[in-house]
């Protein structure tokens, strides 16, 4: 159950957030348990985002899952995203922020898990 939801201020075409898509889809696979059958990915481009006095490219990602991992976990996963959205899009590494949440309920289909 993990969900992405991916700011950045500049344009995503449709044909990037396809292969971002796909991309993540794997990507997510580095926390143990998760994989893209049970992500959800929003995209918002060209937000209004300003990091470090500038609107210079940048992304921020937020994750959400269901559980908790550990450090190690995180630090795989933060990896990997900074490298995709730094080469898919024109964002470098070092504007890029990844925020986590663990969320202890998670609810689907009229249930809670």
């Not at 209004?48 to 976990?73: K, Y």
Request: hydrophobic share 40%.
């Amino acid at each position: 159950m993990p969900f992405i939801q991916v700011k950045t201020n500049t344009a995503i075409s449709s044909e990037t957030e396809t292969a971002l898509k796909a991309d993540l889809g794997q990507a997510i696979s580095l926390l143990p348990g998760k994989s893209e059958n049970w992500l959800m990915i929003d995209f918002a481009p060209e937000a209004h985002l300003w990091f470090r006095g500038t609107d210079a490219p940048t992304v921020i990602a937020e994750v959400s899952v269901f559980g908790s991992f550990s450090g190690g976990d995180y630090e795989k996963l933060t990896a990997e995203l900074c490298r995709i959205f730094s080469s898919r899009l024109p964002v470098p590494s070092d504007r890029i922020y990844v925020k986590y949440s663990e969320v202890p309920f998670w609810g689907w289909n009229g249930s809670n898990f």
